[in-house]
């Protein structure tokens, strides 16, 4: 009878470990969840951000469109920002009058199109 006792007790300590790497599995799995909920809240976020402020540069440009710029490189690294930011309520943007061209994306061939950088 004893002998049954002990193994109803290892029996009943086994059972409750199983359950508790269970429990702890379901709630790394509910951490993981909230943190990528988190990053895409953050990117949607950054994104709908990023578009207010080309809509800001798209109506400055509408408004006032700048001369032409003699050297229209990017930067050579993203923070090595030079040249003229304007500030948006979201962030920041910066117009460059790059010429004319007769061979832009999606327009008719031979066609003498202004392009911008925003």
């Known amino acids: 009878m004893n002998r049954q006792r002990g193994v109803v007790l290892l029996l009943a300590l086994v059972l409750s ?3 508790g790497l269970l429990a702890a599995s379901a709630l790394r799995d509910a951490v993981t ?4 909920t988190g990053y895409l809240s ?10 207010q402020a080309l809509q800001a540069g798209h109506g ?13 490189l990017p930067p050579t690294r993203p923070h090595d920002l030079g040249g003229q930011w304007q500030r948006a309520p979201t962030g920041f943007f910066q117009l460059q009058n ?3 061209s007769n061979g832009a994306a999606h327009m008719p ?3 003498q199109v202004t392009l911008f950088r925003v």
Not at 33 to 36: E, L
């Open 17 to 19: 470990m199983l359950l």
């Open 33 to 36: 969840a909230t943190r990528m």
């Open 42 to 51: 953050d990117s949607l976020l950054a994104l709908e951000q990023a578009e």
């Open 60 to 72: 400055e440009l509408q408004r006032a469109p700048p001369d032409s710029c003699k050297a229209c």
């Open 98 to 100: 790059l010429g004319t």
């Open 109 to 111: 061939p031979g066609q």
